[in-house]
């Protein structure tokens, strides 16, 4: 039910535009002007390479909207691979940050997944709920925010749909590596104990990567308002901790793929979004939300009146 109220307000944030739509016509020229929209200064455009940007003319058909994921997705797990090659200094506090709270993690593992009374009510309880993340769960919703974008002709909502289903791939395809590699037992082995190359998939939590990188991805498409972060990463955050409390998880695999998966999505946002259609980037923008105030003043009738004019442009 919440990923179904999650893409339902998504669809909400993308009207359907409406290019002729003009501003009422005034019968008196107005005495003053005055918007009580806050000037924003635009956003930077984060660095992109040309071929990689996702245009809303690409969006538009089945066929070259796949064919543009596919090429993407190439350029993503290349990018995503050798990126320990290229640390910087901007990034590599967070190499450390995570780093060392997920090998601090491990070593208190053992412990903290017994803190809990893990009966057969909470672990079942919490099966159900970590389902939210799963990627049969997300994909579906990426493909209806797409299709509500093409029915619309909406390419706000097709972008995020795409980038969206895109995230979700790139997590999937890391994290099964990853799983395969590390081996790890899952808290729920009789006789385990979080050991690592143990032909187990415990490390890192798939559930947690696959749902922190829709929400990120969600999020950084919809950074103007406060609801859909808010809705995104509470998701995230729910399924995250029902992994744990399902004894499917480590904390420590949950803080890993969690932190992947939000990196996941800020990423594949950055690389393939079009600013052009985020009006954040655009100085000359103004939601659709937010009127115009036009007060007016006739001196000679002493009659005053206030215009509410809307600009609709699309997202």
């Known amino acids: 039910m919440e990923p179904l109220i999650l893409a339902a307000f998504l669809m909400l944030q993308n009207p359907v535009p409406d290019n002729g739509l003009q501003e009422p016509a005034t019968p008196n020229p107005p005495a003053a002007e005055v918007s009580v929209a806050p000037q924003k200064v635009p956003e930077p455009v984060p660095a992109q390479a040309p071929g990689d940007i996702l245009l809303p003319s690409e969006t538009k058909h089945l066929p070259s909207t796949g064919r543009k994921i596919i090429a993407n997705f190439w350029s993503d797990q290349k990018a995503m691979w050798t990126s320990p090659a290229h640390i910087h200094r901007e990034n590599a506090k967070w190499w450390v940050i995570f780093g060392t709270g997920t090998a601090a993690l491990i070593a208190t593992d053992r412990r903290t997944s017994h803190a809990l009374p893990n009966s057969v009510s909470q672990v079942g309880f919490s099966k159900n709920v970590s389902q939210i993340g799963a990627v049969y769960t997300t994909l579906p919703v990426a493909g209806a925010l797409y299709l509500y974008g093409k029915h619309t002709d909406n390419p706000h909502a097709r972008e995020a749909g795409v980038l969206g289903a895109q995230s979700l791939l790139d997590g999937y395809i890391l994290v099964s590596i990853l799983k395969f590699g590390a081996g790890r037992e899952r808290p729920n082995v009789i006789g385990g104990n979080g050991r690592f190359f143990k ?117």
């Open 199 to 315: 032909n187990q998939r415990s490390f890192p939590s798939g559930h947690a990567i696959m749902s922190w990188s829709f929400a990120s991805l969600i999020s950084h498409e919809y950074k103007g308002g406060k609801v859909v972060p808010i809705i995104a990463y509470s998701l995230a955050s729910v399924v995250s901790v029902s992994r744990f409390t399902a004894q499917q998880h480590y904390a420590s695999d949950i803080v890993a793929g969690g932190s992947m998966g939000w990196f996941i999505g800020k990423f594949v946002f950055e690389h393939h979004l079009d600013s052009a259609i985020h009006k954040r980037y655009d100085p000359n923008a103004r939601s659709q939300y937010i009127p115009k105030i036009i007060p007016e003043f006739n001196v000679k009738t002493h009659a005053y009146q206030v215009t509410l004019a809307w600009n609709e442009k699309s997202d």
